[in-house]
């Protein structure tokens, strides 16, 4: 399997409606390769819904959506040895598979294409569940593993296949501050080493600033505003000013 490095990804006009409900009004966002892009908006505005359009689980009414110019349904359609390169998500609630171990969860993907030899994935899992600080786990079942566990066990599954891409939904979510921390800090981490494309939806703000090197908005089915992380305090945008003095207030 050949990859091409790091991925951008650019979304233009990107329309989405169920029931005839519009959830996405016309979505412009592009994320340059190896950038760590966090959505930020309040609850309903259609975050989780845009992901899932990255991610391929939804189809759009009207729009683009395009990986290092390739179209996201062109890229599905290939087979796995001809993808140029790999996507991964990380979902809100983990999905990690109650029967399987731990590192039958990781190792899940990779046993399914058949691209590697058994003691290849052993290697392979071993070594992504170190990089989430998870060593000497690979025999425990999920439902024996904390939240913040199961969170990092789910970012193992993704690194294991070796993405270009990372799409993560709300990775903190139900997690006390400190484990919100440390998922933070994961997250930054792979994108320093790696280099790997980030797409997070997240709520908490004060965790956007740190782990983004973007953020944007949503509103109303829209992004209303993009800025470098440690530039957001700053923007001119009502909204955005408006959300993050409601976000600074649940935290106090």
């Known amino acids: 399997m050949t990859t091409s490095g790091q991925v951008s990804i650019d979304i233009r006009g990107l329309c989405k409606a169920f029931n005839g409900t519009p959830v996405l009004r016309g979505i412009d ?38 990986f290092n110019g390739i179209d996201v349904q062109e890229y599905l359609q290939l087979p796995p040895d001809e993808k140029p390169f ?14 399987l171990t731990v590192a039958g969860n990781v190792g899940l993907r990779l046993r399914e294409h058949r691209t590697h030899p058994e003691p290849e994935i052993q290697r392979i899992v071993a070594a992504c569940l170190d990089a989430v600080e998870l060593e000497g786990t690979e025999d425990r079942l999920p439902g024996e593993l904390s939240g913040g566990m199961r969170k990092r066990v789910a970012v193992a599954r993704a690194l294991a ?10 990775p903190t979510a139900d997690l006390d501050p400190i484990l919100t ?37 949503l509103h109303e089915g ?24 409601a976000a600074d207030l649940r935290r106090g």
Request: aromatic share 4%.
């Open 161 to 170: 296949i070796e993405p270009q891409i990372i799409l993560y939904d709300e």
């Open 222 to 245: 829209r992004v209303i505003d993009q800025q470098p992380a440690r530039e957001l305090s700053r923007s001119i945008n009502p909204y955005t000013q408006q959300f993050i003095r």
């Open 86 to 99: 790999r996507l991964s998500m990380v979902f809100q609630g983990s999905a990690l598979l109650n029967s």
């Open 181 to 217: 921390g440390q998922i933070g800090a994961l997250i930054k981490r792979i994108q320093e080493i790696r280099g790997t494309t980030q797409v997070v939806v997240a709520h908490n703000v004060a965790l956007a600033g740190e782990i983004g090197t973007h953020i944007a908005v």
């Open 29 to 66: 966002l592009h994320i340059e390769a190896g950038e760590t892009m966090v959505i930020v908006g309040g609850s309903g505005e259609g975050k989780s819904v845009l992901l899932r359009h990255i991610a391929g689980l939804e189809r759009q009414d009207s729009g683009t959506i395009r």
